[in-house]
């Protein structure tokens, strides 16, 4: 209760629950105060939500010398063609997983603009990645193999289906309508589990296995755990299904498979392995 110059009693204004005024500062210069803050921080809000300015493109390399000039350099050739996708800000970050070429020599030597981080020993396909993730400076992350059997190019594309159609995760489709040169037991495996997972979780996917995608950094939880291994792709397309991310696919060309890569029975395990791990 306050009292006025005419004697009077009135009330003071209630406070917000939390709050006391701040020494120096009667109750209503205390609310005018409070009251600016959360104007304040209302106007500021739509930078919360401001497309994403940069890449962060993470590669995995393992035993790649005779490719990774290839790789990097058709990486950083496409900066231009990431600006006119919205896109302001390239980062590569290659991750050496213990190799035992020149491959770490290479890229520490002839390429500066290139994060260069290092594994003392190999420790696999997703560990790799994982490292790469956790390294990503910007809000949008993406990723290739070494061996120059994906296409850059396409990168761009990928990050507009983010920027202009508000996908969480795109996944660059070999199986999609471009040309591939993928092996026909792997090309059976993948249209299988692409199959499984689309009956499993009602959504379409043609390319569950691709090692060329964008996703927002602040989806990467919804995504974890992922495996260390070379199973990391299958698994993160199943675990986006299943947590009902928003995903594209992208048509890419695509080659032949990484160093990393097996084929066979044993891709085909891989598989049915992840429907275990997430189902």
């Given at each position: 209760?306050?009292?006025?110059?005419?004697?009077?009693?009135?009330?003071?204004?209630?406070?917000?629950?939390?709050?006391k005024?701040?020494?120096?500062?009667?109750?209503?210069?205390?609310?005018?105060?409070?009251?600016?803050?959360?104007?304040?921080?209302?106007?500021?809000?739509?930078?919360?939500?401001?497309?994403p300015?940069?890449?962060?493109?993470?590669?995995?390399?393992y035993?790649?010398e005779?490719?990774?000039?290839?790789?990097?350099d058709?990486?950083?050739?496409?900066?231009?063609?990431?600006?006119?996708?919205?896109?302001?800000?390239?980062?590569?970050?290659?991750?050496?997983?213990?190799?035992?070429?020149?491959s770490?020599?290479?890229?520490?030597?002839?390429?500066p603009?290139?994060?260069?981080?290092?594994?003392?020993r190999?420790?696999?396909y997703?560990?790799?990645?994982?490292?790469?993730?956790?390294?990503?400076?910007?809000?949008?992350?993406?990723?290739?193999?070494?061996?120059?059997?994906?296409?850059?190019?396409?990168?761009?594309?990928?990050?507009?289906?983010?920027?202009?159609?508000?996908?969480?995760?795109?996944?660059?489709?070999?199986?999609?309508?471009?040309?591939?040169?993928?092996?026909a037991?792997?090309?059976?495996?993948?249209?299988?589990?692409?199959?499984?997972?689309?009956?499993?979780?009602?959504?379409?996917?043609?390319?569950?296995?691709?090692?060329?995608?964008?996703?927002?950094?602040?989806?990467?939880?919804?995504?974890?755990?992922?495996?260390?291994?070379l199973?990391?792709?299958?698994?993160?397309?199943?675990?986006?299904?299943?947590?009902?991310?928003?995903?594209?696919?992208?048509?890419?060309?695509?080659?032949?498979?990484?160093?990393?890569?097996y084929?066979?029975?044993?891709?085909?395990?891989?598989?049915?392995?992840?429907?275990?791990?997430?189902?």
């Amino acid at each position: 209760v306050r009292v006025c110059p005419n004697g009077r009693r009135t009330a003071e204004p209630p406070l917000r629950k939390g709050l006391k005024p701040s020494h120096g500062l009667d109750t209503v210069r205390h609310m005018a105060y409070v009251t600016a803050r959360v104007d304040a921080v209302a106007q500021a809000a739509p930078e919360a939500v401001t497309p994403p300015t940069g890449l962060s493109i993470c590669i995995p390399v393992y035993n790649e010398e005779g490719a990774i000039r290839e790789t990097l350099d058709r990486c950083l050739a496409i900066g231009d063609a990431l600006r006119g996708a919205g896109i302001a800000h390239l980062e590569v970050i290659a991750v050496d997983d213990g190799s035992t070429d020149r491959s770490a020599e290479i890229i520490g030597a002839d390429y500066p603009g290139v994060r260069l981080i290092r594994h003392e020993r190999n420790a696999g396909y997703g560990a790799a990645l994982k490292t790469g993730f956790a390294a990503a400076r910007w809000p949008l992350v993406g990723f290739l193999d070494a061996d120059a059997t994906y296409p850059p190019e396409c990168f761009p594309a990928l990050c507009a289906s983010i920027v202009e159609g508000g996908a969480d995760l795109v996944i660059g489709s070999r199986m999609a309508g471009s040309d591939t040169e993928m092996p026909a037991v792997r090309r059976l495996g993948n249209t299988f589990f692409a199959g499984l997972l689309t009956l499993l979780g009602r959504a379409p996917v043609t390319d569950s296995a691709s090692g060329m995608r964008v996703f927002r950094r602040e989806v990467l939880d919804l995504l974890s755990p992922l495996p260390d291994g070379l199973n990391l792709t299958p698994v993160m397309s199943t675990r986006a299904i299943h947590e009902r991310i928003t995903v594209v696919e992208v048509p890419i060309p695509g080659l032949l498979m990484s160093s990393y890569g097996y084929d066979g029975p044993y891709y085909l395990d891989l598989y049915l392995y992840d429907v275990e791990w997430n189902y």
